[in-house]
């Protein structure tokens, strides 16, 4: 929620306008604030749907990207001690894929032409967008040799987005249309299909479907600071490890949004069919060749990384 | 008004007697035809010239007879052409086949007043709702509106998850994100392509023809001004013209140059608004929020100028209600600059932004035979290579003396229409400023009789989305015998429909973003 | 567009902070009327020709004054214009929202005074 508050500022700053502004401190609360009202309202569920997904499919997406989150080394070791293992970065992946296609189940239970348009858009945009985002994520793979989130972690002596840049850029750009944000939000793209996947939801369940989604944005731009930009190593000045290790992740997590927040305003939404075609005409053959590039550097960095 | 004098006579040669020519005090010229020898004059000046279009077509209660015109747009202004029917027998042959675009016009007729017309493809009700009783012609003299009771209608069309074949049913409206007014626009999609487009229009109509003649002169300045918000000031400078026209009045130079700023300052805020609101539709949120930003300037101006940000009640038969003080021209022009220098900030985003580009261009195309057959109007026919503009082609106010470019673009596609209008914005900054620069001293305003003698008149402006069109008939008392309005977007709203079919249902917006709807004006 | 975008990250907001700031709109703004009961000479030519019909005649000490429902008015200000004695004019004031109709209702009596009032403490309160 943090996240959501620093990105509308930054969108707001952007476009010369102020943001939140009266909730708490420097708007601060809003996005609570926001939550809050939507668990308070009331949840109306249309007689058509398929009831057991259109009730479900929320809260799950939102616990299944919860729990990809305790793979993530935050502060040197994972949130759940020990749980990391290798071959934990294509489980995560996997998390991330089963809950998008959670969220565009809750699209298509939902028995409205709105949300059918938005679901369909979901299932195509982030099904085409898995594969290179799938190739660009093992790039740090191959410099580390290793799977594991932690490991990769652990051995970036020199942050990756030093050493493969092309990688972190193509990823960035990837993790965008990942994460359904301009110019690649098609699926919720307001002004055409009210709110794409979420135009039946009300009250809780679109609580919890907006929290999975900004979840899902925090978590992307975790992925990317865990993968290039070195995790929680910093500088220690004094007192604990782990304290300043965290402070480090938070801090690069922010950078990381702020240049996708920056991302995201500067671009006009792309149409669905042009989403596809920069995927496949653009990305995938681009993420391809990153990879080959970064297996070929592999050779030489990895003696000097290990 | 040259190749009008070659015309009326070689319709005269060729048709003979059956048309009779009437020129009115002012010199108009108005045809009087039998019902369904129209058709033969009508087919004969589209031949004559191809930028022939219909204007409006107006119906009035002669008492014991409908009278319907014709008014046609030829080159070089209006020629109306005037048949009459019994009430009893109101019947009349479309010029659809010769028009297309004059489907919408005899739909209105037909809803409004009860004139049926042979051959028209979709003869339905229009802009009154489905409750209004059948047979119950609003517009009528016998007929008061505030009495008419309400009926269920026999059927509600359904709207939902309908399946048609392979074709689904998307409902554009009318409470939609994408409207900024409610309209009905139902879709039939297969996969990603639009198939047919319906509108369904006349949720925003409020009867204001009718209310128009329940009113003096000097209150229905007001009226018509609210038809709509951001051409307040184009509405109340045409109808004051057509007044004016009747009455023979002359209004002082300096109120022509005022009521020429007015208007130029009411383009920018339309012009402005419509470039943000484009980049909303296409989710550019950040233009869309700068552009409204900058569009605060003109506002600001507004009010200065007026007392009030959007509607300005400026404008009275006779001249303007407010003088220009010197402080005002400095301010004016001071923002007139700053104006400038943002504007070519956008003008290189439009030209320049991939994502833009992909989302505007060679979407909506319009061909340059469509605009010329559907009678589209505006930045509309403007951007599709079509150079009709009411101030170059029968110059109003001040902008006979006043120098400006006229802006065609060629490619008749979305983007196309929103650079025509980018363009206007800076010509328009150029006409405030030269207005400013030589304005004229002396009187701003005249009295203005309040009875008006029996007369009609007809006049055009070019509001920011095309021409408007006002026909005033007095009966010489105070209060008007009929109103007619034909606004711009009502006359380009089946352009829309003709652009969206075999398109991509993603480009809807974007498409429809850029003919510049107000629905206020087209259901009045 | 990429460096406007980047260099409005550290400029001032263009936002006005109304209303914890009041906004004063600009000379000659059309806000709520004020009525000289003085001068009135009760024609009545307001009444005839406000277009929304929002002024009644109504009788104040054995004469007749206008009387306006603001809830009808559009600001139009034609009556100011028609009226011979120049009673009626403009004043600043646009904050008008209220929760009960009676107070839009413009009685011609108190108004001289009941504008300088208003006008006078016209500061919002931040949060309202």
């Given at each position: 929620?943090?996240?959501?508050?620093?990105?509308?500022?930054?969108?707001?700053?952007?476009?010369?306008?102020?943001?939140?502004?009266?909730?708490?401190?420097?708007?601060?609360?809003?996005?609570?604030?926001?939550?809050?009202?939507?668990?308070?309202?009331?949840?109306?569920?249309?007689?058509?749907?398929?009831?057991?997904?259109?009730?479900?499919?929320?809260?799950?997406?939102?616990?299944?990207?919860?729990?990809?989150?305790?793979?993530?080394?935050?502060?040197?070791?994972?949130?759940?001690?020990?749980?990391?293992f290798q071959g934990d970065l294509i489980f995560v992946m996997a998390l991330i894929t089963v809950a998008n296609f959670l969220l565009f189940?809750?699209?298509?239970?939902?028995?409205?032409?709105?949300?059918?348009?938005?679901?369909?858009?979901?299932?195509?945009?982030?099904?085409?967008?898995?594969?290179?985002?799938?190739?660009?994520?093992?790039?740090?793979?191959?410099?580390?040799?290793?799977?594991?989130?932690?490991?990769?972690?652990?051995?970036?002596?020199?942050?990756?987005?030093?050493?493969?840049?092309?990688?972190?850029?193509?990823?960035?750009?990837?993790?965008?249309?990942?994460?359904?944000?301009?110019?690649?939000?098609?699926?919720?793209?307001?002004?055409?299909?009210?709110?794409?996947?979420?135009?039946?939801?009300?009250?809780?369940?679109?609580?919890?479907?907006?929290?999975?989604?900004?979840?899902?944005?925090?978590?992307?731009?975790?992925?990317?600071?865990?993968?290039?930009?070195?995790?929680?190593?910093?500088?220690?000045?004094?007192?604990?490890?782990?304290?300043?290790?965290?402070?480090?992740?938070?801090?690069?997590?922010?950078?990381?949004?702020?240049?996708?927040?920056?991302?995201?305003?500067?671009?006009?939404?792309?149409?669905?069919?042009?989403?596809?075609?920069?995927?496949?005409?653009?990305?995938?053959?681009?993420?391809?060749?990153?990879?080959?590039?970064?297996?070929?550097?592999?050779?030489?960095?990895?003696?000097?990384?290990? | 008004?040259?190749?009008?004098?070659?015309?009326?006579?070689?319709?005269?040669?060729?048709?003979?007697?059956?048309?009779?020519?009437?020129?009115?005090?002012?010199?108009?010229?108005?045809?009087?035809?039998?019902?369904?020898?129209?058709?033969?004059?009508?087919?004969?000046?589209?031949?004559?010239?191809?930028?022939?279009?219909?204007?409006?077509?107006?119906?009035?209660?002669?008492?014991?007879?409908?009278?319907?015109?014709?008014?046609?747009?030829?080159?070089?202004?209006?020629?109306?052409?005037?048949?009459?029917?019994?009430?009893?027998?109101?019947?009349?042959?479309?010029?659809?086949?010769?028009?297309?675009?004059?489907?919408?016009?005899?739909?209105?007729?037909?809803?409004?007043?009860?004139?049926?017309?042979?051959?028209?493809?979709?003869?339905?009700?229009?802009?009154?709702?489905?409750?209004?009783?059948?047979?119950?012609?609003?517009?009528?003299?016998?007929?008061?509106?505030?009495?008419?009771?309400?009926?269920?209608?026999?059927?509600?069309?359904?709207?939902?998850?309908?399946?048609?074949?392979?074709?689904?049913?998307?409902?554009?409206?009318?409470?939609?994100?994408?409207?900024?007014?409610?309209?009905?626009?139902?879709?039939?999609?297969?996969?990603?392509?639009?198939?047919?487009?319906?509108?369904?229009?006349?949720?925003?109509?409020?009867?204001i023809e009718k209310a128009a003649e329940g009113r003096t002169y000097l209150q229905d300045v007001y009226l018509v001004e609210r038809i709509?918000?951001?051409?307040?000031?184009?509405?109340?400078?045409?109808?004051?013209?057509?007044?004016?026209?009747?009455?023979?009045?002359?209004?002082?130079?300096?109120?022509?140059?005022?009521?020429?700023?007015?208007?130029?300052?009411?383009?920018?805020?339309?012009?402005?608004?419509?470039?943000?609101?484009?980049?909303?539709?296409?989710?550019?949120?950040?233009?869309?929020?700068?552009?409204?930003?900058?569009?605060?300037?003109?506002?600001?101006?507004?009010?200065?100028?007026?007392?009030?940000?959007?509607?300005?009640?400026?404008?009275?038969?006779?001249?303007?209600?407010?003088?220009?003080?010197?402080?005002?021209?400095?301010?004016?022009?001071?923002?007139?600059?700053?104006?400038?220098?943002?504007?070519?900030?956008?003008?290189?985003?439009?030209?320049?932004?991939?994502?833009?580009?992909?989302?505007?261009?060679?979407?909506?195309?319009?061909?340059?035979?469509?605009?010329?057959?559907?009678?589209?109007?505006?930045?509309?026919?403007?951007?599709?290579?079509?150079?009709?503009?009411?101030?170059?082609?029968?110059?109003?106010?001040?902008?006979?003396?006043?120098?400006?470019?006229?802006?065609?673009?060629?490619?008749?596609?979305?983007?196309?229409r929103l650079m025509v209008r980018l363009d206007e914005i800076n010509e328009s900054i150029g006409i405030i400023e030269y207005a400013l620069?030589?304005?004229?001293?002396?009187?701003?305003?005249?009295?203005?009789?309040?009875?008006?003698?029996?007369?009609?008149?007809?006049?055009?402006?070019?509001?920011?989305?095309?021409?408007?069109?006002?026909?005033?008939?007095?009966?010489?008392?105070?209060?008007?015998?009929?109103?007619?309005?034909?606004?711009?977007?009502?006359?380009?709203?089946?352009?829309?429909?003709?652009?969206?079919?075999?398109?991509?249902?993603?480009?809807?917006?974007?498409?429809?973003?850029?003919?510049?709807?107000?629905?206020?004006?087209?259901?009045? | 567009?990429?460096?406007?975008?980047?260099?409005?990250?550290?400029?001032?907001?263009?936002?006005?902070?109304?209303?914890?700031?009041?906004?004063?709109?600009?000379?000659?703004?059309?806000?709520?009327?004020?009525?000289?009961?003085?001068?009135?000479?009760?024609?009545?030519?307001?009444?005839?020709?406000?277009?929304?019909?929002?002024?009644?005649?109504?009788?104040?000490?054995?004469?007749?004054?206008?009387?306006?429902?603001?809830?009808?008015?559009?600001?139009?200000?034609?009556?100011?214009?028609?009226?011979?004695?120049?009673?009626?004019?403009?004043?600043?004031?646009?904050?008008?929202?209220?929760?009960?109709?009676?107070?839009?209702?413009?009685?011609?009596?108190?108004?001289?005074?009941?504008?300088?009032?208003?006008?006078?403490?016209?500061?919002?309160?931040?949060?309202?």
């Open positions: 929620m943090l996240c959501d508050w620093f990105e509308r500022k930054i969108e707001a700053r952007i476009q010369n306008r102020v943001g939140p502004k009266f909730t708490g401190p420097s708007g601060i609360l809003q996005p609570l604030a926001d939550f809050v009202k939507l668990l308070a309202k009331e949840d109306i569920v249309p007689v058509d749907t398929k009831q057991l997904i259109f009730n479900v499919a929320p809260v799950t997406a939102f616990t299944i990207i919860l729990f990809a989150f305790c793979f993530l080394p935050i502060d040197g070791s994972t949130v759940i001690p020990g749980a990391s189940l809750s699209g298509w239970a939902s028995v409205n032409p709105y949300s059918m348009l938005g679901a369909a858009r979901v299932l195509t945009q982030f099904l085409g967008y898995d594969l290179p985002l799938l190739f660009l994520a093992l790039c740090p793979a191959f410099l580390t040799g290793s799977l594991s989130l932690t490991e990769i972690v652990a051995h970036q002596t020199i942050p990756f987005v030093v050493l493969i840049p092309w990688a972190f850029v193509l990823f960035i750009i990837t993790m965008q249309a990942e994460l359904e944000k301009d110019p690649f939000d098609v699926p919720h793209a307001e002004s055409e299909i009210v709110a794409g996947y979420e135009t039946e939801y009300s009250g809780r369940k679109l609580a919890f479907l907006k929290l999975a989604r900004d979840t899902q944005i925090v978590f992307g731009a975790a992925l990317v600071t865990v993968l290039f930009l070195g995790g929680s190593s910093g500088p220690v000045f004094f007192g604990a490890n782990a304290v300043w290790g965290t402070l480090w992740f938070l801090l690069k997590l922010i950078v990381v949004i702020a240049i996708s927040e920056y991302i995201t305003c500067l671009f006009a939404r792309l149409r669905i069919d042009q989403v596809v075609s920069t995927n496949w005409r653009w990305i995938l053959p681009l993420s391809l060749l990153s990879l080959a590039s970064t297996m070929a550097l592999a050779f030489w960095v990895y003696p000097a990384v290990m | 008004m040259s190749s009008d004098q070659e015309l009326i006579p070689m319709l005269q040669a060729k048709l003979g007697g059956s048309i009779i020519v009437q020129a009115d005090k002012l010199g108009k010229i108005s045809l009087h035809v039998e019902a369904d020898a129209h058709l033969d004059v009508l087919r004969l000046m589209k031949a004559a010239d191809e930028k022939t279009a219909v204007s409006a077509i107006t119906s009035v209660d002669l008492g014991d007879k409908l009278g319907v015109l014709y008014h046609m747009r030829t080159s070089h202004g209006i020629i109306t052409v005037k048949t009459e029917l019994s009430k009893e027998n109101a019947e009349i042959a479309s010029i659809t086949n010769i028009l297309p675009g004059a489907s919408f016009h005899e739909r209105e007729v037909f809803d409004l007043l009860g004139v049926s017309f042979r051959g028209h493809p979709n003869l339905k009700r229009l802009v009154l709702p489905e409750t209004w009783p059948e047979g119950v012609y609003p517009l009528r003299k016998d007929v008061n509106a505030a009495s008419v009771q309400q009926v269920s209608p026999s059927e509600w069309s359904q709207t939902g998850n309908e399946e048609d074949g392979n074709l689904v049913k998307v409902v554009i409206g009318p409470q939609h994100p994408a409207l900024l007014e409610p309209e009905k626009f139902t879709l039939k999609v297969e996969g990603e392509t639009v198939c047919d487009v319906e509108p369904r229009i006349g949720y925003v109509h409020r009867g709509c918000g951001i051409c307040n000031s184009c509405h109340a400078v045409c109808f004051c013209e057509a007044v004016e026209k009747i009455l023979n009045l002359e209004v002082p130079p300096r109120a022509k140059y005022i009521r020429t700023i007015l208007l130029e300052l009411n383009r920018l805020h339309s012009h402005m608004l419509l470039l943000g609101h484009a980049g909303l539709e296409i989710g550019y949120e950040t233009l869309f929020q700068y552009m409204w930003r900058d569009r605060e300037t003109v506002m600001d101006l507004t009010e200065m100028l007026t007392g009030n940000r959007v509607i300005a009640s400026a404008i009275a038969v006779g001249g303007v209600r407010r003088d220009i003080r010197e402080s005002d021209v400095l301010t004016i022009k001071k923002s007139m600059v700053g104006l400038r220098a943002k504007m070519e900030f956008y003008k290189q985003l439009y030209h320049d932004d991939p994502t833009l580009k992909m989302r505007t261009q060679h979407v909506g195309t319009l061909s340059r035979k469509d605009a010329l057959d559907l009678c589209v109007v505006g930045p509309v026919a403007r951007g599709s290579d079509v150079d009709i503009d009411v101030r170059k082609d029968e110059p109003y106010e001040a902008y006979g003396e006043i120098p400006f470019k006229l802006i065609t673009y060629t490619s008749g596609d979305s983007w196309a620069d030589n304005l004229p001293v002396g009187a701003y305003r005249v009295r203005a009789p309040r009875i008006v003698p029996s007369g009609e008149a007809v006049n055009r402006v070019e509001a920011p989305r095309g021409e408007l069109f006002y026909y005033v008939k007095s009966n010489g008392t105070a209060y008007p015998e009929r109103v007619k309005v034909r606004t711009p977007t009502f006359a380009n709203i089946p352009a829309f429909v003709k652009t969206a079919v075999g398109e991509n249902v993603a480009d809807v917006p974007a498409n429809f973003v850029s003919l510049d709807p107000c629905f206020s004006c087209t259901d009045r | 567009m990429i460096s406007k975008a980047f260099a409005h990250l550290f400029k001032k907001a263009d936002t006005e902070k109304y209303p914890l700031a009041p906004r004063v709109p600009a000379e000659g703004f059309r806000g709520k009327q004020v009525f000289d009961i003085n001068l009135c000479i009760s024609c009545g030519l307001c009444s005839r020709d406000c277009p929304a019909k929002a002024i009644e005649m109504v009788e104040v000490a054995g004469k007749r004054h206008p009387m306006f429902y603001l809830d009808r008015c559009i600001f139009c200000y034609q009556c100011a214009e028609s009226c011979p004695r120049k009673a009626i004019s403009s004043t600043a004031i646009y904050e008008l929202a209220t929760t009960s109709k009676a107070s839009l209702v413009l009685k011609p009596t108190s108004e001289l005074k009941e504008a300088r009032e208003t006008s006078a403490t016209q500061q919002p309160k931040p949060g309202a």
